[in-house]
């Protein structure tokens, strides 16, 4: 049972556009949000998070917007870089006695930027 | 600056043989964690830590075993490989603020093939 998901495996946007990328999740206890961003023959890199009491959390070049009652995240990029041709993917963690201590990652989605 | 090392980078086992993977971080993180990441499925966690002597399981802990006598290591085994447990392998490692794992920073990865 994947609880977040990635539904486009790739995507592919013009240099100086926007890239949108999506992610879904169906556990409601999800209450904190991160992108990671993945080149080949590396480990992935923390891209930028949101927290569920916020719906929207601007990092430059990057904005995630989360909207909890359709249990749906985005990440815009603007303008899109050849730089940003990488693997996204999307994770989310619920609160537990601890923390948040687990992740669950979607499956990812190949963003190729044509220059 | 260091940050998470893996090693092996790469590595083919035989059916039945046992190793294990090191991980070390040089940052005082205190949460430690090992995915495994196979084409289709993300990034699926295995077993992870939230201090030295402290370890807990993740969505797919079976056929692994970690210790946590350290802070700063924090090995994988594989008692007994098989073919299912090709995969490639990533470390991380956090900040544990109370309530919080915040990002993650990953290691660059060991590729396992088990034959």
């Known amino acids: 049972d994947q609880q977040v998901k990635q539904n486009s495996p790739s995507l592919s946007v013009q240099e100086g556009r926007i890239s949108i990328l999506n992610c879904d999740y169906t556990n409601s206890m999800f209450d904190y949000f991160l992108w990671y961003k993945k080149y080949p023959a590396e480990g992935p890199t923390f891209l930028i998070s949101i927290s569920s009491i916020k719906d929207k959390n601007e990092d430059g070049r990057f904005t995630v917007f989360l909207n909890k009652s359709a249990k749906h995240l985005s990440l815009h990029i603007v303008p899109s870089q050849p730089g940003d041709s990488a693997v996204y993917f999307c994770?989310?963690?619920?609160?537990?006695?601890?923390?948040?201590?687990?992740?669950?990652f979607g499956t990812g989605t190949r963003l190729t930027i044509i220059p | 600056n260091a940050g998470v090392t893996q090693t092996p980078k790469f590595q083919v086992l035989k059916t039945g043989q046992s190793m294990t993977l090191q991980c070390a971080q040089d940052m005082n993180h205190e949460y430690m964690s090992w995915y495994r990441q196979d084409p289709g499925m993300g990034l699926r966690l295995i077993h992870y830590?939230?201090?030295?002597?402290?370890?807990d399981q993740g969505e797919v802990p079976n056929g692994y075993n970690v210790s946590r006598s350290t802070t700063e290591d924090f090995p994988l085994r594989l008692l007994s490989a098989a073919p299912s447990q090709t995969s490639v392998y990533f470390c991380?490692?956090?900040?544990?603020?109370?309530?919080?794992?915040?990002?993650?920073?990953f290691g660059s990865g060991t590729q396992l093939s088990v034959l």
């Open positions: 830590s939230v201090g030295a002597g402290i370890t």
């Open positions: 994770a989310a963690s619920a609160k537990t006695n601890f923390g948040n201590e687990k992740l669950t």
């Open positions: 991380a490692s956090s900040y544990a603020t109370p309530g919080l794992i915040e990002k993650l920073f």
